[in-house]
């Protein structure tokens, strides 16, 4: 064996005990991250933004080149309304360049010894994203310097939805000290750079498509900070929920879990995470299958895998897909008022929680007080939960009629004995009918929430 080989192996166990602690902590402040080449296999343009970049991992694309202009656009307008020199907004952010940088994970060589460049994009990005949301949100956009009703981009609906879900896509982040410092240059114009992010990522929940105790949950609660957008938008998602992922185990289908007894209620917030259990009663929160949807999700996901902090966002998909089979389930469900869309099919919604499972690593979360699929799988195995066909039938009014005496087998040994006795006793079939009748009342009062 080469000495140098060995000589070298024990200098780098050397290096590695002594730089140990220095990764770690690297790694520990990594926020914003390149999406695992797994989720690109599996959707490889849902990850890309398809209109603006944000932070440095996109700038410069060719494709995405048409926004910049509008982006020093913007920044000139934020000059205006603030009345702030970008000599002070430089010199604020320059003191936290080292803190920007540890936020990205494997960022770029050229990015790392351009203090100018890197410090560039921070402002324009940030004040360009700033601006986006004032323009559209109430009631900022009648503010001085707002723009015009006509302006291309920051008054066209469908572009700002684009750009709303271009700033949800992991990679196309920057980290949130940067709205937070700029904002300060804007306190008497921005009360609140955490509201006015919530406002313009869940305005739809102000236009009364919710009921008003559901959406008081995302508007009058304390304000959520986070490590950027992604991070503030999933944890607005899932704040006050209880439901956690696991059980490998799955429970029915909706429609299964109907059949056996359930019933499906919409929980009283939009927490992805408010979802329980309780008497046979299984609340779930209702959610907007939009065009944006899958994009959002599957993003949010992407986050957590590569983060390691919280599976909220997986559980809940786990969990839908688990009760999604096919369009029945989710005709269902949009019946109930849990599953919202105007643009996609009953069976394109069924196919898209399907597949938003694919490529994840289910991390199962310890401790849980209450594991949700567990009990509603317990609730389903009991006998007396389970319809008896060709035995009993239920009609709309409650009433009950037995076909034969098949019904016999739908009951225990001992109820089985008190038939037999009565029959063989009177010789009748007039007593035998009464014994059976006395016996299914007999079932039925232990049993009244069977009906």
Known sequence: MSEAWVSRLTSDIGWLNSTNALMAEAWSRHSIYDVPDTFKRISPQIHKPSTCSIGPRYNGDLNLLRMERHKHRALLNFLI?????????????????????????????????????????????????????????????????????????????????????????????????????????????????????????????????????????????????????????????????????????????????????VIFQCSETLSLTDICFTKGVLCLPAVDVDEAFEVVMRNLIAYEQAHGEGQEVTSYVFFMDGIVNNDKDIALLREKGIIRSGVSSDKRIADLFNGLTKGIVAKVVDNVDVDVTKDINEYCNRRWNRPFPGFINVDLNGRVSCWGLSICGAFSVRKLCLISLLHYESGGAQLMVSSVNLTLCLWLENNMFFI
């Open 81 to 261: 309304r603030c009345q702030v020199s970008i000599h002070d907004i430089i010199r604020a952010l320059r003191k936290n360049l080292h803190d920007f940088r540890a936020c990205y994970q494997d960022l770029d060589t050229f990015w790392m010894k351009n203090d100018d460049e890197f410090l560039k994009i921070m402002i324009y990005d940030g004040a360009f994203m700033i601006e986006i949301m004032i323009a559209t949100v109430e009631p900022y956009e009648r503010t001085p310097s707002s723009y015009h009703a006509k302006d291309p981009i920051f008054k066209k609906p469908y572009l700002v939805e684009d750009l709303r879900v271009d700033m949800l896509r992991l990679d196309n982040q920057i980290p949130m000290k940067v709205l937070e410092i700029l904002s300060k240059f804007c306190k008497n114009k921005i009360q609140s750079i955490h509201q006015l992010i919530r406002h313009f990522f869940f305005r739809k929940y102000e236009e009364g498509r919710y009921d008003i105790s559901q959406t008081s949950t995302i508007f009058h609660l304390p304000e959520i900070t986070g490590h950027h957008l992604l991070d503030v938008y999933k944890k607005t998602l899932i704040q006050h929920g209880g439901y956690h992922h696991t059980s490998s185990r799955q429970p029915l289908s909706a429609v299964e879990l109907q059949e056996a007894g």
